[in-house]
């Protein structure tokens, strides 16, 4: 007998939820601050496990990007007035668990390598994805100094995800095989 499924609920909002788009939008910004800090303290761990000369290049770089990036999301922060303030971002804190146990998963070389890279490409679609946002509502709330900064790290990040496809598929996935 198959099984029935629960009907699908409202759900009630917290007291704090965000009513209007601007509130919605300093959320995204605190989940971001609080995901670029959170990788900062991760990238290091990625550097130090990978093999790949160009991988550890490619993380060393992006920590100096990711550092800029935190920097623009102060004065993002600034532009609205607000104070930078930081909020659990559960996707990023997910993502960073999971990286993490790709590496006790794989032994060291090529193939750990392949799963940083794997780890590494996740957190940046959901950069990317997050950003693209961020920016699209900046810009309809009349943001035009937030939505240059946030389009400047989400271009960055784009470069990032595409540097990591390349070392992947010219060297890295190579030598897992």
């Given at each position: 007998?198959?099984?029935?499924?629960?009907?699908?609920?409202?759900?009630?909002?917290?007291?704090?939820?965000?009513?209007?788009?601007l509130e919605?939008?300093?959320?995204?910004?605190?989940?971001?601050?609080?995901?670029?800090?959170?990788?900062?303290?991760?990238?290091?761990?990625?550097?130090v496990n990978?093999?790949?000369?160009?991988?550890?290049?490619?993380?060393?770089?992006?920590?100096?990007?990711?550092?800029?990036?935190?920097?623009?999301?102060?004065?993002?922060?600034?532009?609205?007035?607000?104070?930078?303030?930081?909020?659990?971002?559960?996707?990023?804190?997910?993502?960073?668990?999971?990286?993490?146990?790709?590496?006790?998963?794989?032994?060291?070389?090529?193939?750990?390598?392949?799963?940083?890279?794997?780890?590494?490409?996740?957190?940046?679609?959901?950069?990317?994805?997050?950003?693209?946002?961020?920016?699209?509502?900046?810009?309809?709330?009349?943001?035009?100094?937030?939505?240059?900064?946030?389009?400047?790290?989400?271009?960055?990040?784009?470069?990032?995800?595409?540097?990591?496809?390349?070392?992947?598929?010219?060297?890295?996935?190579?030598?897992?095989?």
């Open positions: 007998m198959p099984q029935r499924k629960a009907p699908a609920k409202k759900i009630a909002a917290k007291k704090d939820a965000a009513q209007e788009l919605f939008f300093e959320d995204g910004l605190k989940d971001m601050y609080w995901a670029e800090k959170a990788l900062l303290k991760a990238l290091p761990l990625m550097k990978a093999s790949s000369a160009k991988l550890k290049t490619a993380i060393d770089d992006h920590i100096a990007e990711t550092q800029q990036h935190v920097t623009r999301l102060e004065e993002v922060f600034a532009i609205l007035g607000k104070k930078a303030k930081a909020e659990k971002c559960d996707a990023m804190d997910g993502l960073l668990k999971e990286g993490k146990s790709i590496l006790k998963e794989t032994e060291p070389g090529a193939v750990r390598d392949a799963g940083i890279i794997a780890a590494s490409q996740k957190v940046e679609h959901y950069e990317i994805a997050t950003y693209g946002t961020l920016a699209t509502y900046a810009s309809q709330l009349g943001h035009k100094d937030a939505v240059s900064l946030l389009k400047s790290t989400l271009q960055e990040e784009k470069n990032c995800d595409k540097l990591l496809s390349k070392i992947a598929v010219s060297e890295v996935n190579i030598k897992a095989k």
